[in-house]
């Protein structure tokens, strides 16, 4: 990868040459539509970055402070870039970053990097270590596999002292993950967490090899082993299917993929690992809709054309950002700030793309015939047993669920906010989409799902049980004011089951109602209540008609 730089824009000239008049289906075009993402994530990122002090400004514009991670996703995109004085400020960045790393050995953040540079020193009394609050364990991962993408990609740009510093400290980072045990001070990275689990046999089998030491590189491969062990159960990844998370899965399974050789576990899985998983993401796309069908294990948004995934940017590197779920401006979508991944996501495209399966791909393209998928995830130490997952995906409506049985509420990342195990999609007549999700507050749930119903029970419910589905607003034309099902667009749904017909609906908006947003969604809240005194299962079915 010598000349990465001048290849982006050779290969970019030469493509959209050749590719002129010809449509994704019809010609590899990984490289424009890569270089395409580089240069709009940069050009957005560009206006962020403070040059006084080597810094990103924060993307949310907090008052001028400024994003530790964001600067490091910036500052590798620079070097993919490198024009002007591109390489002097990635440096510049790299050198703030490392500076500012916690140093002291005997602290549970040791290693880890701050989350913005103005932040008091952590594990004061003014300003307590509070884990994933005031700094958060993850960042050793997503800024330690940026320093080795740079390290692996553009050697040749970075002073040889520089690669000196980044490997010290990614060692350091390395030692400060591995302090990191599931259910211990408060941390949950078991192997069933898999993306920062992914990265975390990563960093240790990277760093462990070029670092020579033989431990790190040991328990890279042993932590590697239980994350294969999870996943070959049924293929499948623990944290599934959500538009954010499969995105950075992806990403680190691309780490294993092309970084590690053949004789480490993480070498030899990683390929397959990453075409299993594209396959029942595939499986689950419904290109009409432009979204993954439910269940999602942990989403940030409730309709991937209005929130922007990290799926989404994959999906753009292989099919161009039109038919992508990416809106024309994708820093006005809801989770924009990982808008600032692109230049990772588009540096590793060219080869990651290589690994997803032609079936895969044109099903991002045109849906296939109606389908059910059954499949299932495991999270120990959350869940009893696997959870059952079964989609049905139709041309303009899909409905997917999963049953679990779980000693938390709200999946194993334990948030109801992002955990969505009953999900429904539906074409609207203008072309956008309809939703509707499950709030979960159970720790069970059985689930059918059949071509146009979905039934939901709640094995261990009572008589004060509900069910709370979150309901998408109508479209643009469409009613503002939702009493009940007759109001919403697009569908009709038909209830029944054991809950009581009469059902409350409030409104969660940006500017009032009775209660607020959810991941910058506005919805409306349709709870049904059991009757009085009732003794059945709560379970509630609902048969869906687009219209
Ligand atoms: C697209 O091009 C890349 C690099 O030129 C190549 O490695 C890859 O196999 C091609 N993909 C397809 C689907 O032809
Ligand atoms: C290092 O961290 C430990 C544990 O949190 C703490 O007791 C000690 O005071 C810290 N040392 C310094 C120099 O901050
Ligand atoms: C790595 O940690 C050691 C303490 O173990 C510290 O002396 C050193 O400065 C750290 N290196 C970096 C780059 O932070
Ligand atoms: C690791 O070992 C190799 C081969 O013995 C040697 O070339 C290299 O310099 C060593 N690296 C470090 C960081 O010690
Ligand atoms: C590896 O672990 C062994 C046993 O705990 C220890 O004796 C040795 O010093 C370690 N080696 C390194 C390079 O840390
Ligand atoms: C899906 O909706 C489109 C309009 O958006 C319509 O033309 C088509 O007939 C519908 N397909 C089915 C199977 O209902
Ligand atoms: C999923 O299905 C398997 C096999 O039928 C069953 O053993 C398991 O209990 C089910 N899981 C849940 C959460 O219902
Ligand atoms: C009903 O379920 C709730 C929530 O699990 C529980 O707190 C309550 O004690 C149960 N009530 C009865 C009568 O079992
Ligand atoms: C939904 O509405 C009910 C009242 O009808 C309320 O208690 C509950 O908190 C709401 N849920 C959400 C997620 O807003």
């Not at 309709?303 to 994959?314: C, F, P, T, V």
């Not at 994708?330 to 989770?335: I, V």
């Not at 032609?358 to 120990?380: C, E, G, I, Y």
């Not at 069910?467 to 643009?476: E, H, I, P």
């Amino acid at each position: 990868m010598g000349l990465f730089s001048s290849f982006w824009v050779t290969f970019t000239l030469l493509a959209l040459q050749v590719c002129a008049g010809c449509n994704a289906a019809t010609c590899n075009d990984t490289e424009t539509f890569a270089a395409g993402l580089l240069h709009e994530s940069m050009d957005w990122m560009d206006m962020y970055y403070d040059n006084a002090r080597g810094y990103l400004f924060s993307l949310n514009a907090a008052a001028l402070t400024h994003d530790t991670r964001a600067s490091v996703w910036y500052a590798v995109g620079l070097l993919a870039r490198n024009k002007a004085d591109d390489v002097e400020q990635a440096v510049r960045i790299v050198k703030n970053v490392i500076w500012a790393q916690f140093t002291n050995e005997s602290a549970q953040w040791f290693g880890d990097y701050q989350i913005y540079p103005e932040e008091p020193t952590v594990g004061t009394e003014q300003y307590p270590a509070v884990i994933y609050n005031s700094w958060d364990p993850n960042w050793r991962g997503f800024i330690g596999t940026t320093f080795v993408v740079m390290l692996e990609e553009f050697p040749q740009l970075i002073p040889r002292d520089v690669q000196d510093y980044m490997l010290e400290s990614l060692y350091n980072s390395t030692i400060g993950d591995s302090y990191r045990v599931g259910g211990v001070d408060d941390d949950n990275l078991y192997p069933a967490y898999s993306n920062p689990s992914i990265m975390r046999a990563f960093m240790s089998g990277w760093v462990g090899r070029r670092t020579n030491d033989s431990n790190m590189t040991v328990a890279g491969e042993q932590y590697a082993k239980q994350i294969i062990d999870l996943f070959t159960r049924e293929n499948t990844l623990s944290e599934f299917n959500s538009g954010t998370y499969a995105g950075v899965s992806l990403f680190a399974l691309t780490l294993w993929a092309k970084y590690m050789p053949g004789s480490s576990v993480m070498g030899e899985y990683g390929p397959q690992m990453i075409r299993d998983t594209w396959t029942v993401l595939g499986s689950l796309y419904n290109a009409n809709l432009k979204n993954v069908a439910g269940p999602w294990d942990r989403a940030y948004g409730f309709d991937m054309n209005r929130y922007l995934s990290i799926l989404a940017l994959q999906i753009w590197t292989l099919v161009g950002k039109e038919a992508a779920p990416i809106n024309s401006k994708p820093y006005a979508m809801g989770h924009k700030n990982d808008f600032a991944i692109g230049p990772l996501i588009s540096i590793l495209a060219p080869y990651h793309n290589t690994l997803v399966p032609a079936n895969t791909l044109s099903s991002l393209l045109s849906f296939p015939d109606s389908h059910f998928v059954r499949t299932s995830a495991f999270s120990p130490p959350y869940d009893t047993y696997p959870r059952n997952i079964t989609a049905y995906l139709s041309p303009n409506l899909t409905i997917g669920a999963e049953s679990f049985s779980e000693n938390v509420v709200g999946g194993p990342s334990i948030n109801s906010r992002s955990f969505n195990p009953a999900v429904a999609q539906w074409k609207r007549s203008d072309g956008s989409v309809g939703w509707l999700s499950l709030y979960a507050e159970v720790q069970a749930l059985d689930v059918h799902v059949g071509e146009d119903f979905l039934e939901l029970a709640y094995p261990r419910g009572n008589a004060t049980s509900r069910f709370t589905f979150l309901v998408g607003t109508n479209g643009w034309y469409g009613k503002r004011d939702v009493g009940g099902w007759d109001d919403v667009e697009g569908v009709q749904v038909a209830v029944s089951g054991s809950v009581s017909m009469n059902y409350m609906v409030t409104f969660s908006g940006l500017h009032g109602g009775a209660g607020e947003v959810i991941n910058e969604f506005e919805f409306w809240n349709f709870t049904y209540g059991m009757p009085e005194e009732s003794s059945e299962v709560p379970h509630v079915r609902l048969e869906f008609e687009v219209v």
